[in-house]
């Protein structure tokens, strides 16, 4: 009998202050039974509408960061039926183009993984108390709070 | 009889008030809710009033909601509005 659907899905959550290699972790999410591996990287933007951004710079209240990242890691899991969840968030100075979080997933078929990175980042959006300062090209700085979906 | 918490600051409102925690007296004779707590920072910090609304409070980190019963010996974390990912 095929295995189709995950029994214990593979968690991983961190917290880094170093660039994030997120092929480091494809084997990490790799499964037999899966027909999907999906990631997706947030990045320092340049430019937002016009402001030319410099460098980001993250920091986070670290322990309850990191149990609401396990705990949405946990229900992407078990809502989506993956095989494996992985989310890393970069702390501190965030250059253009770097990473600033990395999710990864597997799963048996597509569209598991297509879901449930839209719904992770969501919900890393909405609760995970990890803030941003901008720096923008003129040396201004400014923490980042939005109200309302961002 | 007042009671002193320390409730810890992040990002915007700990730039600021230019300082990692701040300090409120509550009133140690009546149940005090999270609402009260949100609304006697708002009262002795005027500098962030106007950022409470959008704040949540958190207890031995965990958000909880506005009618939850405050226990002074607990950690406070008021937390602004989240910009991860």
Same mark, same amino acid.
């Given at each position: 009998?095929?295995?189709?659907?995950?029994?214990? !899905?593979?968690?991983?959550?961190?917290?880094?202050?170093? !660039?994030? *290699?997120?092929?480091?972790? *494809?084997?990490? $999410?790799?499964?037999?039974?899966?027909?999907?591996?999906?990631?997706?990287?947030?990045?320092?933007?340049?430019?937002?509408?016009?402001?030319?951004?410099?460098?980001?710079?993250?920091?986070?209240?670290?322990?309850?960061?990191?149990?609401?990242?396990?705990?949405?890691?946990?229900?992407?899991?078990?809502?989506?039926?993956?095989?494996?969840?992985?989310?890393?968030?970069?702390?501190?100075?965030? *250059?253009?183009?770097?990473?600033?979080?990395? $999710?990864?997933?597997?799963?048996?078929?597509?569209?598991?993984?297509?879901?449930?990175?839209?719904?992770?980042?969501?919900?890393?959006?909405? *609760?995970? !108390?990890?803030?941003?300062?901008?720096?923008?090209?003129?040396?201004?700085?400014?923490?980042?709070?939005? $109200?309302?979906?961002? | 009889?007042? =009671?002193?918490?320390?409730?810890?600051?992040? /990002?915007?409102? =700990? +730039? +600021?008030?230019?300082?990692?925690?701040?300090? #409120?007296?509550?009133?140690?004779?009546? +149940?005090?809710? &999270?609402?009260?707590?949100?609304? /006697?920072? &708002?009262?002795?910090?005027?500098?962030? /009033? %106007?950022? #409470?609304? &959008?704040? =949540?409070? &958190?207890?031995?980190?965990?958000?909880? %909601?506005?009618?939850? +019963?405050?226990?002074?010996?607990?950690?406070?974390?008021?937390?602004?509005?989240?910009?991860? %990912?």
């Amino acid at each position: 009998v095929t295995q189709t659907k995950p029994i214990v !899905p593979r968690i991983h959550i961190a917290l880094t202050h170093d !660039p994030i *290699d997120h092929h480091s972790f *494809d084997s990490y $999410v790799a499964h037999p039974d899966s027909g999907a591996h999906a990631w997706f990287l947030g990045v320092t933007r340049r430019t937002t509408n016009d402001r030319i951004t410099d460098h980001l710079f993250y920091e986070a209240h670290e322990s309850m960061a990191k149990s609401q990242m396990d705990h949405i890691a946990i229900s992407a899991a078990s809502r989506f039926n993956l095989f494996a969840v992985v989310i890393i968030h970069r702390l501190g100075k965030v *250059d253009i183009g770097q990473s600033s979080i990395a $999710v990864g997933c597997s799963s048996a078929h597509r569209i598991e993984s297509f879901e449930s990175l839209a719904w992770i980042m969501d919900e890393v959006k909405r *609760d995970v !108390p990890i803030w941003k300062r901008e720096t923008y090209a003129g040396g201004q700085q400014e923490w980042v709070h939005p $109200v309302g979906p961002s | 009889m007042k =009671r002193s918490l320390e409730i810890e600051l992040f /990002a915007g409102v =700990r +730039t +600021t008030l230019g300082k990692p925690s701040l300090t #409120i007296e509550i009133d140690d004779q009546q +149940t005090c809710v &999270a609402s009260d707590v949100l609304q /006697a920072i &708002a009262n002795q910090y005027p500098e962030i /009033a %106007g950022m #409470i609304p &959008a704040c =949540r409070l &958190a207890i031995d980190g965990v958000y909880v %909601g506005h009618d939850h +019963t405050i226990d002074p010996s607990c950690r406070f974390d008021l937390i602004p509005p989240v910009s991860g %990912g």
